[in-house]
């Protein structure tokens, strides 16, 4: 498998999946300005879109959209456990899914990540994030995941809960939030994750002369 993946971006998701299914892949960085692989191809021979994350399964399948790449995973590597077997439970991931990639990823974080958003886009997106977030902390108040266990949901909101601390979303503001970033960030897959990919996160912001987050190496 060989995963184009982009450093602390969504594709982390995926990166998370893989560990948690105790499987290897050819982890490819895109840089997320040039749109090149490190060793100089272009992203978009890849994905025209230049989005991560893509995967190329070992079939030769090319899978991108973040809920379908998760969901390939775990229905992949069924020892796992990271998706439910029953219709309900998977109607609940597919819900959980949906929402962490569309009314967090896309409707609040996003805008926050990408440089040419208009300031008012930002503080619309601020003020209306505020009720998904409330949403999700009701749903997490008195539970350790999205659904009765760790699944390919967690993978993905832990990934995007992450962005947090280099956006104005004050998850301080969420206990319940805060504490489930914690808790699964300190899970074996997510911090072995994020310890892989802080690095060249640093590395990357450092090519572009973008202002040091050195923080974040911290834990
Ligand atoms: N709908 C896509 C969105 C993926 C996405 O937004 N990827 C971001 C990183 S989190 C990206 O590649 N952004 C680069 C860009 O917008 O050019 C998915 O769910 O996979």
């Known amino acids: 498998m060989q995963l184009y993946f982009s450093p602390l971006t969504c594709s982390l998701a995926v990166r998370i999946a893989l560990y948690e299914a105790g499987q290897e ?6 840089d997320s300005l040039t749109k090149e692989t490190r060793d100089g191809v272009p992203y978009t021979t890849v994905n025209p879109l230049g989005l991560v994350p893509t995967l190329r399964t070992d079939e030769g399948e090319w899978l991108t959209e973040n809920a379908a790449v998760l969901q390939y995973i775990a229905r992949r590597f069924p020892a796992a456990r990271l998706a439910p077997t ?11 899914l949906s929402f962490v990639g569309a009314e967090l990823h896309r409707g609040l974080y996003s805008w926050f990540l990408d440089r040419q958003a208009p300031d008012a ?12 977030l409330q949403f999700v902390e009701r749903h997490l108040a008195g539970r350790e995941h999205l ?23 004050a998850l301080g ?31 990357a912001r450092a090519r572009h002369g973008e202002p040091d987050l050195s923080f974040l190496a911290k834990g």
Do not use: M, N
């Not at 832990?158 to 962005?163: F, I, P, R, Y």
């Open 25 to 30: 892949a050819a982890f490819i960085e895109v």
């Open 173 to 203: 503001e969420w206990p319940a939030l805060s504490a489930y970033v914690e808790r699964v960030q300190a899970r074996p897959s997510v911090a072995r994750a994020r310890a892989a990919e802080i690095p060249l996160y640093l590395q």
């Open 121 to 132: 886009v930002k503080a619309y997106a601020l003020q209306k994030g505020r009720s998904r």
């Open 147 to 169: 659904l009765d266990q760790f699944s390919v949901a967690d993978a993905y909101l832990v990934t995007v809960l992450g962005w947090s601390v280099v956006t104005p979303v």
């Open 86 to 96: 029953d219709a309900r439970g998977l109607e609940s991931l597919q819900q959980w």
